[in-house]
């Protein structure tokens, strides 16, 4: 059992030792010398025993050794704290001008001396380690700071043998060759990493790390508005990279296996190198001229940007995960040298400077894709994988430049179910057996026609007839139905309540929409020896039912020997596009989807959604009808009379256009509506009267091809498509006339236009 004996307070001066020894205590000593104290320093020493409280000034000293310990205390200008000699220094703050020196001295072997929770103001000054003299005392074997604060304006220098573990910085810390730094945190703070050793440090806010020649860093954590810097010479190893953040690999630095995260950005200077990197979405990869990076991976919605005369080698362009997401995207300026590139399902290759437009080719041939265009510009690359020029197509990238999409596997891909299992539809041949969906348990057809064609989206049109696919999502249709995303075309059938829907009037927003990210695709549908409806991703389609004709697909190999068959296939189930059949089934899927997701379904612009009715929607169910010269003139109706609208019409026109608001059912009302036209105003009869009487016109009931007019109804309507030509006929001159329209019904008008 150890008794220590407390003492009153002591005053040491100028060249003076005070030695605590075991079991004694002492508190609030002032300590202080003269003119710094260099050759002959005032010291009070816990040689065993407990320092408490003390001040140090001018001079001054307050030091432990042999498992003595100071608590507390202050050192004031030119004053300082010592741990020497397995001594420990606990709590003590250092300010301005003062310092703490931390380390074992020449030929002492034992435990490192230690300071625990320094606190070291702007201006102060700490040395751990050995190789440096404090107060005429050299310091040579090791010592650890733990749990340090350093503040802004601080230094820290950790020398051979010196240790930080767990301290916060505001200020600097330099890791000297030797010395070793463990899970620093800098706010605004600086590490200066000179041919020592650092690990897990965190860097944020204004802080920097900088890695120099002979430095060796891993796991560092670059937080927000934190910058790690890697100069020549220095090498560090998994860095994380986070949103706001910044990390430079300038010449002659090396990092191996560094991840950069949404908002993060890395830059690699010319002669610096990266290996290992991780690019993930929202962050970014900036590789200079004359960098290089090895074994990187851009995953989906992250980006490299390739300056010429950069050197990538081993590069990954990742997969989308969903048709919500965008793979990873490789931006490249020619003269960018490139090696064993792999690019994933919609990954993209931006070709900076190769300016896009239309009627651009793809080849891929020997392992190399070329891009090129009618006036000889030209771009190339070596591709890592089994690919074809008809995986990819070129779009603009958004500023004029080319940008190469990778998408083979986005029609491809869906799986068939087969009596031996699931298989690619893509892998399927002629003569093989696929599982039917209704019929005997186990029953099977054989294919006998298989075809392939290139969809190219037209996204000026409406998403129906744009081309789009249409995505059913997992478990859209029920528990496991599809067991995973099937993509189709808007025309192909699905079979629900006993009878064949197209997909197009399925379409809810939430869990079964349009995939509009989907430009170009190939497509694949197969034709069995009757029509059957077979297992797609889990979830009941129907085969083929033509010749591939109405789909444009071309025939395969094996399809092109097939004889044609002159008898059309019957259709395995009815086609049900009736209102009243589809509307429950979409209000269904709809009630469901929503509740698979967390968002709400979403409408294109302000259109109406499908559950509004006229009547709820009064707004929209103004036509604006009016009549429009050929010259541009516009004219107001006058009156109307019960389903008769008048308009005055000029002596000198011969024809108007009949102009008015327009919809498409199948948009205004619901896609469960069959009927995709243009309707502007359902018009009856037409009457022209001027002062020489009465002429019925009835052109728009006869002439069929008559511009902007939908087919005609029975033989008294017809539709407008919202912009109809009508002839008046050979006018009397000086005869201006009215013109009475008969109206007997109106769309549905989208939100949009009221």
Same mark, same amino acid.
């Given at each position: 059992?150890?008794?220590?004996?407390?003492?009153?307070?002591?005053?040491?001066?100028?060249?003076?030792?005070?030695?605590?020894?075991?079991?004694?205590?002492?508190?609030?000593?002032?300590?202080?010398?003269?003119?710094?104290?260099?050759?002959?320093?005032?010291?009070?020493?816990?040689?065993?025993?407990?320092?408490?409280?003390?001040?140090?000034?001018?001079?001054?000293?307050?030091?432990?050794?042999?498992?003595?310990?100071?608590?507390?205390?202050?050192?004031?200008?030119?004053?300082?704290?010592?741990?020497?000699?397995?001594?420990?220094?606990?709590?003590?703050?250092?300010?301005?001008?003062?310092?703490?020196?931390?380390?074992?001295?020449?030929?002492?072997?034992?435990?490192?001396?230690?300071?625990?929770?320094?606190?070291?103001?702007?201006?102060?000054?700490?040395?751990?380690?050995?190789?440096?003299?404090?107060?005429?005392?050299?310091?040579?074997?090791?010592?650890?700071?733990?749990?340090?604060?350093?503040?802004?304006?601080?230094?820290?220098?950790?020398?051979?043998?010196?240790?930080?573990?767990?301290?916060?910085? +505001? &200020? =600097? $810390?330099? !890791?000297?060759?030797? @010395?070793?730094?463990?899970?620093? %945190?800098?706010? *605004? /703070?600086?590490?200066? #990493?000179?041919?020592?050793?650092?690990?897990?440090?965190?860097?944020?806010?204004?802080?920097?790390?900088?890695?120099?020649?002979?430095?060796?860093?891993?796991?560092?954590?670059?937080?927000?508005?934190?910058?790690?810097?890697?100069?020549?010479?220095?090498?560090?190893?998994?860095?994380?990279?986070?949103?706001?953040?910044?990390?430079?690999?300038?010449?002659?630095?090396?990092?191996?296996?560094?991840?950069?995260?949404?908002?993060?950005?890395?830059?690699?200077?010319?002669?610096?190198?990266?290996?290992?990197?991780?690019?993930?979405? +929202? &962050? =970014? $990869?900036? !590789?200079?001229?004359? @960098?290089?990076?090895?074994?990187? %991976?851009?995953? *989906? /919605?992250?980006?490299? #940007?390739?300056?010429?005369?950069?050197?990538?080698?081993?590069?990954?362009?990742?997969?989308?995960?969903?048709?919500?997401?965008?793979?990873?995207?490789?931006?490249?300026?020619?003269?960018?040298?490139?090696?064993?590139?792999?690019?994933?399902?919609?990954?993209?290759?931006?070709?900076?400077?190769?300016?896009?437009?239309?009627?651009?080719?793809?080849?891929?041939?020997?392992?190399?894709?070329?891009?090129?265009?009618?006036?000889?510009?030209?771009?190339?690359?070596?591709?890592?994988?089994?690919?074809?020029?008809?995986?990819?197509?070129?779009?603009?990238?958004?500023?004029?430049?080319?940008?190469?999409?990778?998408?083979?596997?986005?029609? *491809? /891909?869906?799986?068939?179910?087969?009596?031996?299992?699931?298989?690619?539809?893509?892998?399927?041949?002629?003569?093989?057996?696929?599982?039917?969906?209704?019929?005997?348990?186990?029953?099977?057809?054989?294919?006998?026609?298989?075809?392939?064609?290139?969809?190219?989206?037209?996204?000026?049109?409406?998403?129906?007839?744009?081309?789009?696919?249409?995505?059913?999502?997992?478990?859209?249709?029920?528990?496991?139905?599809?067991?995973?995303?099937?993509?189709?075309?808007?025309?192909?059938?699905?079979?629900?309540?006993?009878?064949?829907?197209?997909?197009?009037?399925?379409?809810?927003?939430?869990?079964?929409?349009?995939?509009?990210?989907?430009?170009?695709?190939?497509?694949?549908?197969?034709?069995?020896?009757?029509?059957?409806?077979?297992?797609?991703?889990?979830?009941?389609?129907?085969?083929?039912?033509?010749?591939?004709?109405?789909?444009?697909?071309?025939?395969?190999?094996?399809?092109?020997?097939?004889?044609?068959?002159?008898?059309?296939?019957?259709?395995?189930?009815?086609?049900?596009?009736?209102?009243?059949?589809?509307?429950?089934?979409?209000?269904?899927?709809?009630?469901?989807?929503?509740?698979?997701?967390?968002?709400?379904?979403?409408?294109?612009?302000?259109?109406?959604?499908?559950?509004?009715?006229?009547?709820?929607?009064?707004?929209?169910?103004?036509?604006?009808?009016?009549?429009?010269?050929?010259?541009?003139?516009?004219?107001?109706?006058?009156?109307?009379?019960?389903?008769?609208?008048?308009?005055?019409?000029?002596?000198?026109?011969?024809?108007?256009?009949?102009?008015?608001?327009?919809?498409?059912?199948?948009?205004?009302?619901?896609?469960?509506?069959?009927?995709?036209?243009?309707?502007?105003?359902?018009?009856?009869?037409?009457?022209?009267?001027?002062?020489?009487?009465?002429?019925?016109?009835?052109?728009?009931?006869?002439?069929?091809?008559?511009?902007?007019?939908?087919?005609?109804?029975?033989?008294?309507?017809?539709?407008?498509?919202?912009?109809?030509?009508?002839?008046?006929?050979?006018?009397?001159?000086?005869?201006?006339?009215?013109?009475?329209?008969?109206?007997?019904?109106?769309?549905?008008?989208?939100?949009?236009?009221?």
């Amino acid at each position: 059992m150890s008794l220590f004996f407390q003492r009153r307070s002591a005053t040491i001066s100028y060249g003076s030792t005070n030695y605590v020894g075991p079991g004694r205590v002492t508190s609030g000593d002032l300590v202080y010398g003269f003119n710094g104290g260099t050759n002959a320093p005032a010291v009070d020493l816990a040689s065993g025993g407990i320092i408490s409280g003390a001040t140090a000034m001018s001079g001054g000293v307050v030091a432990a050794a042999a498992n003595g310990t100071t608590v507390g205390g202050t050192a004031l200008e030119s004053g300082s704290f010592a741990a020497l000699n397995q001594g420990v220094v606990i709590s003590p703050t250092i300010t301005a001008r003062a310092g703490l020196a931390v380390g074992n001295l020449a030929n002492y072997q034992g435990t490192p001396a230690r300071a625990i929770a320094p606190h070291v103001m702007s201006d102060g000054q700490a040395i751990v380690g050995g190789g440096f003299t404090v107060k005429g005392q050299s310091f040579s074997g090791s010592g650890v700071i733990s749990g340090g604060t350093f503040d802004v304006g601080s230094t820290e220098q950790l020398a051979s043998g010196g240790t930080d573990s767990g301290s916060f910085f +505001g &200020g =600097t $810390q330099i !890791v000297s060759s030797g @010395a070793l730094a463990l899970n620093g %945190i800098f706010s *605004a /703070g600086v590490q200066l #990493i000179n041919g020592g050793s650092v690990s897990s440090s965190v860097v944020s806010a204004g802080g920097t790390v900088f890695v120099g020649q002979g430095g060796r860093a891993s796991t560092v954590t670059v937080g927000s508005g934190g910058t790690a810097v890697v100069g020549c010479g220095g090498l560090l190893f998994n860095q994380i990279v986070l949103a706001r953040a910044a990390s430079i690999v300038s010449a002659g630095g090396t990092v191996s296996g560094a991840t950069i995260a949404s908002g993060g950005s890395e830059t690699v200077q010319s002669g610096g190198v990266v290996s290992g990197a991780t690019v993930l979405a +929202g &962050g =970014t $990869q900036d !590789v200079q001229a004359g @960098a290089t990076v090895q074994g990187a %991976i851009v995953s *989906a /919605g992250g980006s490299m #940007i390739l300056a010429s005369g950069a050197t990538v080698s081993n590069l990954q362009i990742g997969a989308a995960r969903s048709s919500d997401d965008k793979g990873g995207k490789l931006i490249v300026t020619p003269g960018a040298v490139l090696r064993d590139v792999s690019v994933g399902w919609r990954g993209a290759i931006d070709i900076e400077g190769l300016a896009y437009r239309p009627g651009g080719s793809i080849s891929f041939s020997n392992g190399v894709l070329t891009v090129t265009y009618s006036d000889g510009s030209t771009w190339s690359t070596p591709l890592n994988g089994s690919y074809r020029k008809s995986d990819f197509h070129l779009e603009s990238d958004g500023d004029g430049s080319t940008m190469v999409v990778y998408d083979k596997c986005f029609l *491809a /891909g869906t799986m068939i179910g087969t009596p031996f299992g699931e298989r690619r539809v893509e892998t399927l041949s002629v003569g093989d057996l696929v599982s039917t969906a209704i019929g005997e348990a186990g029953a099977s057809k054989r294919i006998t026609w298989i075809g392939s064609a290139e969809i190219i989206a037209d996204s000026s049109r409406s998403d129906d007839q744009a081309g789009y696919p249409v995505r059913f999502k997992t478990g859209s249709i029920g528990p496991h139905s599809p067991d995973r995303d099937l993509c189709v075309t808007s025309e192909h059938c699905i079979f629900l309540d006993g009878a064949l829907v197209p997909a197009r009037m399925l379409v809810n927003g939430t869990s079964i929409d349009y995939d509009r990210s989907q430009t170009r695709f190939m497509i694949y549908h197969f034709k069995t020896e009757d029509h059957a409806i077979i297992w797609s991703n889990n979830m009941a389609t129907e085969t083929l039912l033509d010749g591939g004709e109405r789909h444009g697909l071309r025939p395969d190999e094996a399809s092109r020997t097939v004889p044609h068959c002159e008898t059309p296939q019957s259709r395995v189930a009815p086609l049900r596009v009736e209102r009243d059949f589809v509307e429950p089934l979409h209000r269904a899927l709809a009630e469901r989807g929503n509740a698979l997701s967390e968002t709400p379904p979403r409408h294109r612009g302000n259109d109406i959604p499908a559950r509004f009715a006229a009547s709820e929607a009064p707004d929209c169910q103004d036509p604006d009808l009016h009549l429009v010269s050929e010259e541009g003139q516009i004219i107001r109706p006058l009156r109307s009379v019960d389903d008769m609208v008048i308009f005055h019409v000029p002596t000198e026109w011969n024809e108007v256009r009949i102009r008015s608001r327009a919809a498409r059912p199948s948009e205004a009302e619901g896609p469960f509506v069959d009927d995709r036209r243009a309707l502007g105003v359902l018009i009856g009869d037409i009457h022209l009267w001027d002062s020489h009487g009465m002429t019925q016109l009835d052109t728009h009931l006869s002439d069929d091809a008559l511009d902007g007019w939908n087919g005609i109804e029975g033989v008294t309507t017809r539709w407008t498509k919202g912009d109809a030509r009508l002839p008046l006929g050979r006018r009397r001159t000086g005869a201006p006339g009215v013109l009475g329209i008969k109206i007997k019904a109106t769309a549905v008008y989208e939100r949009i236009v009221c």
